[in-house]
Every structure is written in C-alpha cells, then in structure tokens.
C-alpha cells in the first residue's frame, strides 16, 4: 500500500461483486449441483445452506459427500466447477444492472475509490465499466476458498490490493458470513442478500440494499462519516 497521506486517507467501497451484484450464489448452486449429480450426490438449496454454508469449498463439498456416504475425487470437482463458475461470471457481465453501473458513478463523483472483487475475468469485468474508466475504479481478482463469500483475510486482501485501508472503507456484501467477515476485518457494511441468502444472520451491517441506485451512495458517505 502507498505511504502517501491521500492514500492513506483515500476512503473505499469494496464490492462482493459476483454475489452482491451478479447471482453468483444461483451460478453456484446450478454448476455444483449438475457437476455432483454425476457422482450421484445431490445438491439443493437446503443442502447448500446445511452444508456449506459459512465454510471452504473443500470442507462443504466432503461434509456434504460424507453424508450422503459417496466417495468423490473433491479437489478435481472443485477445480472443475470453479473453472466454470468463472466462465460464468465472465460471460454474465453484461447484464451488470444499470442501477449498480449509476451507483459506482455516484461513489466515483464523490472522490471514493470502489473496488470490484470477482473471481471472473479481470479485463472483461474492466470492459464493461469502460464508461466510467478512472484509476479510482479497480477489478481484482478474487480467489477467496469460502464457498459464496468473503472471509475477514478476503475484505483486507481485496482492500490491500485497491491500496486501500480495510477500516475506511464500505463492504457491499451478499451474505451473512460475508458480512461477518467485512465487520471482522473492520469494514462498514452494505449487505443485498437473494434467496440463497436471506436465511443468514446480517446483523451488525449499516443498511439493507433493495435494489442498487445512485442514491445509495449517500448510505456510503453516512457510513463512512465523510
């Protein structure tokens, strides 16, 4: 990170971006769920929540193999899945709302650095923003092994990366256990959970977000005292 005082002042928003802005929790569910019915174990949305919820990919894929007593080669499916699930996201970066595209406009109008972390494609993630281009817009890449979220080490990786300080910034987060992890790691939190994820605990985070718009940068700048 820089040692410069702007830098070390510069305020941020971090977002979850495959999950709090694509339906990355929905993408997994579909390509772990085809990929283990071909070992014959079963994946749905209560087995996902049961299993591997709050815990690594590899840790749910055996806790979830174990129950249903199949043997399965578990690293070869989590680097087969994860390798689609990326695709997926790349491929799905096109239907970026356009809520989310005036939200990020409204944070970079306001002098705040905003941070996508996505576990697709860097470049394609960059393309489609190309409208509102500037050094205070970064894409990092992501390879955080909770299974849907981000843990406390994956908040301030992904604030390390923006050359930003985790505690002056926002986390726009999916889930309760990212949520958990944003606060851990000292973040103010923005949580928009989906179906997969309603059922989680997100006490503790600043705001709800319905649906995203300009005007929840506003919610930023109270959270961030600025």
Request: with cysteine; net charge neutral; hydrophobic share 45%.
């Amino acid at each position: 990170m820089s040692n410069s005082s702007s830098a070390q002042l510069q305020r941020g928003v971090i977002v979850e971006f495959d999950f709090a802005v694509l339906p990355g929790h929905t993408f997994l569910l579909d390509i772990y769920g085809a990929r283990l019915a071909k070992e014959g174990v079963k994946l749905d949305a209560m087995l996902m929540a049961r299993h591997t919820g709050g815990k690594s990919f590899s840790s749910g894929i055996n806790a979830l193999c174990n129950r249903q007593q199949k043997t399965v080669d578990v690293p070869a499916v989590i680097a087969e899945c994860n390798e689609q699930f990326a695709a997926t996201v790349t491929g799905a970066v096109s239907s970026v709302p356009a809520g989310f595209t005036d939200f990020v406009k409204a944070l970079l109008a306001k002098g705040l650095k905003v941070v996508l972390a996505t576990r697709g494609d860097v470049d394609a993630v960059k393309a489609a923003f190309a409208g509102v281009a500037t050094d205070k817009l970064v894409v990092v890449h992501d390879a955080s092994g909770g299974f849907g979220f981000l843990s406390w080490d994956g908040w301030r990786r992904a604030a390390r990366k923006g050359d930003l300080h985790e505690r002056l910034c926002v986390g726009v987060a999916a889930s309760g256990y990212s949520v958990k992890g944003a606060l851990t790691s000292g973040l103010g939190v923005m949580v928009k959970v989906n179906p997969l994820t309603a059922h989680q605990d997100v006490s503790g985070s600043d705001c709800s977000v319905g649906e995203f718009s300009a005007g929840l940068a506003d919610d930023v700048t109270r959270i961030l005292h600025v």
